[in-house]
């Protein structure tokens, strides 16, 4: 089995992100949102794992925290944390679009009867 390392890290800060909110700043919404949204990213790095074309709750999950924290990053200016976890989350979406892309051009073409 191989493991899918980036999609690892990125649920590891997305995780150690939260925590750090919440134990410098003595915020509790970034310490839960961070807890979840990294569980459910080391799931679905956990699926990525286990088969690749298996991407779709770690797109979903980098799609809403690129729009929520880009506009937090729009609103702020702050690059850190929301300008970074922004671009990271950006990044990871690219990474699953363009491996949806890929999926569809190799799809079988449907039949015809």
């Not at 134990?23 to 970034?30: A, D, E, N, P, T």
Request: proline fraction near 4%; include cysteine; charge should be positive.
């Amino acid at each position: 089995m191989t493991y899918d390392f980036v999609a690892i890290a990125y649920s590891l800060a997305v995780t150690a992100g939260g925590v750090l909110g919440y134990v410098k700043k003595g915020s509790l919404m970034s310490g839960m949102a961070g807890v979840v949204c990294g569980g459910l990213l080391g799931f679905g790095a956990y699926q990525t794992s286990q088969n690749p074309n298996n991407y779709y709750l770690s797109l979903g999950v980098a799609g809403v925290m690129t729009g929520v924290m880009g506009s937090r990053f729009l609103n702020s200016g702050k690059i850190m944390p929301a300008g970074l976890v922004a671009v990271l989350s950006l990044a990871m979406v690219v990474r699953y679009g363009l491996r949806w892309a890929n999926a569809a051009k190799t799809a079988p073409p449907l039949r015809k009867d």
